[in-house]
């Protein structure tokens, strides 16, 4: 029997968008940029875009988020076509992608919070939970020589790319629509509120993107868990 394969269209998403940026990774590796300082100021970026979303610069934080995110594939497309590719490049990539991510999640909890848009927060904590499952469902079936190599990066609906480009929407379209100070929804059919709620149209973008990641990412991750189990089952001869 033969493993089951991916899915192809996140793989086939990510190849598109890596290979946007093979140009720009180019023109950093001939001003002298190696693949593994790309990946540490990418990482700077992203704390940068971070900090802008505590401080509830939700429109500057979008542009620097994504910014930053997109030197993940600068990193690595400098590094397959300068022949530089190693595992301690690929172990730092994997860490500062990581250790980005959950800060950039951390400062749009700080900055919900400052706003008086809990919501936000909670939807930010189980955004970054979520993600970091996905992550850890690689992680531990590579651990297992299960899914090793681009196999399981294939498979599910919200790699990396994905959550980023949802997330800097959410982020910019926040901005662009009056950020989410004091936002609050109608849940008074819970009785949850004493006072009559007052919308906001940035809070609910932010609200939705952070909502779709963590959704999106649950499936990923029960993908991902299918996929795993069918391999191990073939591979076993059960």
């Given at each position: 029997m033969t493993t089951p394969a991916p899915s192809t269209a996140p793989s086939g998403f990510r190849?598109?968008?890596?290979?946007?940026?093979?140009?720009?990774?180019?023109?950093?590796?001939?001003?002298?940029?190696?693949?593994?300082?790309?990946?540490?100021?990418?990482?700077?970026?992203?704390?940068?875009?971070?900090?802008?979303?505590?401080?509830?610069?939700?429109?500057?934080?979008?542009?620097?988020?994504?910014?930053?995110?997109?030197?993940?594939?600068?990193?690595?497309?400098?590094?397959?076509?300068?022949?530089?590719?190693?595992?301690?490049?690929?172990?730092?990539?994997?860490?500062?992608?990581?250790?980005?991510?959950?800060?950039?999640?951390?400062?749009?909890?700080?900055?919900?919070l400052n706003a008086s848009f809990p919501l936000g927060a909670g939807l930010a904590a189980a955004a970054m939970s979520e993600a970091f499952l996905v992550s850890y469902t690689r992680a531990r079936a590579e651990s297992l020589g299960l899914s090793t190599g681009k196999g399981m990066a294939a498979v599910g609906l919200a790699p990396r790319e994905v959550r980023l480009i949802i997330l800097s929407l959410g982020l910019f379209i926040a901005g662009l629509t009056g950020g989410v100070q004091g936002a609050q929804f109608d849940l008074n059919v819970l009785g949850l509120l004493d006072r009559a709620p007052t919308d906001s149209t940035g809070a609910t973008a932010l609200a939705a993107a952070l909502g779709l990641i963590a959704i999106l990412a649950t499936i990923t991750v029960i993908q991902r868990i299918i996929h795993v189990t069918k391999q191990a089952a073939t591979s076993d001869g059960k």
């Open positions: 190849t598109r968008v890596r290979n946007l940026g093979e140009p720009v990774a180019l023109f950093f590796g001939r001003i002298g940029l190696t693949p593994n300082a790309l990946t540490i100021l990418g990482f700077l970026i992203t704390v940068a875009g971070a900090v802008l979303a505590a401080a509830g610069l939700w429109l500057l934080a979008g542009i620097v988020v994504f910014l930053g995110g997109a030197f993940d594939m600068f990193d690595g497309a400098l590094a397959r076509a300068t022949g530089k590719a190693s595992k301690v490049g690929a172990f730092l990539d994997s860490v500062f992608d990581r250790w980005g991510e959950s800060v950039v999640y951390i400062g749009i909890v700080i900055g919900c």
